[in-house]
């Protein structure tokens, strides 16, 4: 599909998929997912491999060592990732086209700078629990990056590069919401895909919903569940009129819903931020965990 004209710096046509790259297994397959979007949407596809060479002399300068050497070394690893990185991409699409770059500054920072005018920013995520990747660059940058943010996560298996399956939101009613229905209805038009906007009425777990059953007015917060999804997605199918819409209401835990429609979804949306504010950024909350346990990639949309 073409780029379309539009005031978002973000879908300018100039806007470039942008991958951070550190030379892991999970940030080649970043690199294979982040080449197939850009070859389908002809847009320039940019790899970046940030280097902390402050925080690496201040480490190596406590131990009297010879660091111009030692940086010097890390600068000819990071250019050799970049060019493997390279390599990969025009796998995927020999026509492509394709930027790398080595940027001094701590990896978190250099990403969620390029996230201001990039049309997407990938990183990949390595296999492991939900402890992996507390305070590390993923989490910095799903939190605080501009525009949209995908996690593709190394899950063994060919899933996260699948290419069917409907395009999953999850909404919430809080203002990260529309950011995040944005961000899904234009992914579920660009993929031809339907797409599957999903609320649950409460952030409790499953279980605990389960044992308040006989106090909690099941039929009226169905009800009430209903009318907040009906009303975020109010003028959405009109501007996407392609896009086929299909509700999901649950009375409880959105995040084992979103991570069972991860086994079948070819991509799950999520705002930066829920219902609970600032909790959001934390470990725990819908967005970090899928960041860490989907079994699809996870778009984590911005607010403007």
Not at 98 to 125: N, Q, W, Y
Request: glycine letters at 8%.
């Amino acid at each position: 599909m073409s780029v379309q004209p539009t005031d978002d710096p973000h879908r300018l046509a100039t806007a470039e998929v942008v991958v951070g790259i550190d030379g892991s297994p999970s940030s080649d397959l970043a690199v294979r997912w982040a080449a197939e979007i850009a070859s389908r949407r002809r847009r320039r596809l940019r790899i970046v491999h940030a280097l902390n060479l402050a925080a690496t002399q201040a480490v190596l300068g406590m131990y009297d060592l010879m660091v111009p050497s030692v940086t010097e070394t890390l600068r000819e690893q990071a250019r050799s990732r970049v060019a493997t990185a390279h390599r990969l991409a025009r796998e995927i699409d020999t026509e492509l086209d394709v930027a790398t770059e080595v940027r001094d500054g701590h990896p978190a920072k250099v990403l969620i700078d390029a996230s201001a005018a990039a049309h997407l920013v990938v990183l990949g995520a390595g296999p492991g629990g939900p402890l992996v990747h507390l305070g590390s660059t993923l989490l910095a940058v799903t939190a605080h990056a501009e525009g949209a943010v995908v996690v593709v996560r190394d899950t063994g298996t060919e899933q996260q590069t699948r290419h069917s399956g409907p395009v999953v939101v999850g909404v919430d009613g809080s203002p990260s919401s529309t950011a995040a229905i944005a961000s899904a209805f234009a992914e579920a038009s660009l993929r031809d895909a339907p797409l599957i906007a999903l609320h649950a009425a409460n952030d409790i777990s499953a279980v605990a919903f389960t044992g308040l059953t006989a106090v909690l007015p099941a039929r009226e917060l169905e009800l009430v569940a209903r009318e907040v999804l009906a009303e975020q997605l109010a003028g959405w199918q009109e501007k996407y009129p392609d896009v086929t819409v299909e509700h999901k209401i649950y009375p409880a835990d959105a995040r084992k819903h979103l991570l069972e429609w991860s086994r079948t979804a070819q991509l799950i949306v999520v705002g930066s931020r829920g219902r609970g504010g600032f909790l959001g950024l934390l470990l725990g909350s819908t967005s970090g965990a899928l960041v860490q346990q989907a079994f699809c990639p996870v778009l984590v949309a911005h607010p403007e």
